[in-house]
């Protein structure tokens, strides 16, 4: 209920969700902030347990996987054992309806991501995805997708599977690894162009979980300005941004499902 929030805020949904209604043209981005209000900690937060010792440059780069491929293939095996049972939550849930609706009207709602889990896929959203996929292989030295670790994945013994061992390319014998766009690595091409002409082409941009400030995707913010785009966010931290129009400072989760429910009424 819009009642819940403070008046100003309310203020700042409405005036939202107006924009939004008049406008047909809108590009989304969402980054680690809506993950995490499923469960899915952030990859700035602190590793804990068996990966407490390493930083980045040992688990999520090009050079650690030469280096050390088996440690990079557990902690990504861990990963996808920790985020297997998360599911999506009511952010998820409002943008996958946002496109349903739009569908009968004449909004184009572009879906952005650079979250790797499949949280907007399993809400029924169609999103593209900047940073990889968690549920997907490909080999490290000739690139040819490998069989998806999926979720019908099971042992033996009807669990899922999460084996750590290694896993060698069908076609040259080269380490499988995840199709995750690792530190240093240049993002997906086909991808990269949907987000740059959704940016560009839009009305108005919505920055969702993610702060501004983190290149190349907060370059699309920036695009979509200079386009001339109304630029809206969605953070209980407000990044320090000249750019946004709107600010919406509550969690997506509480404030998504109510802007939605906003603008398929008006």
Request: hydrophobic residues 40%; negative net charge.
């Amino acid at each position: 209920m819009l009642a819940e929030l403070s008046p100003a805020l309310i203020a700042e949904v409405k005036l939202a969700a107006q924009l939004l209604a008049s406008k047909q043209r809108i590009c989304i981005l969402t980054g680690a902030g809506i993950s995490a209000e499923s469960g899915i900690p952030t990859f700035r937060d602190k590793q804990t347990g068996l990966w407490e010792n390493y930083g980045v440059e040992d688990l999520a780069t090009p050079e650690a996987f030469t280096r050390d491929p088996k440690l990079v293939w557990s902690w990504y095996q861990w990963r996808r054992q920790m985020v297997a049972d998360k599911a999506p939550n009511p952010a998820h849930h409002a943008l996958a309806q946002w496109q349903y609706h739009a569908q009968t009207s004449d909004q184009q709602v572009t879906l952005i991501t650079q979250n790797v889990d499949d949280l907007h896929e399993q809400a029924g959203s169609a999103v593209t995805h900047l940073h990889g996929h968690l549920w997907r292989n490909r080999c490290g030295q000739c690139e040819i997708p490998y069989q998806d670790q999926s979720r019908a994945s099971y042992d033996n013994q009807g669990t899922m599977s999460f084996d750590k061992t290694l896993l060698n390319c069908p076609h040259c014998d080269g380490y499988i690894r995840p199709d995750i766009v690792w530190f240093g690595e240049a993002l997906p091409v086909q991808a990269w162009q949907t987000a740059e002409e959704a940016a560009a082409n839009c009305e108005v941009f919505i920055s969702i979980g993610t702060s501004s400030l983190v290149y190349p995707a907060a370059g699309l913010a920036q695009l979509a300005k200079q386009n001339c785009a109304q630029v809206i966010e969605v953070n209980p931290d407000p990044t320090p941004n000249t750019i946004v129009d709107i600010t919406l400072a509550e969690k997506a989760g509480v404030i998504l499902p109510l802007l939605i429910e906003e603008i398929t009424t008006l």
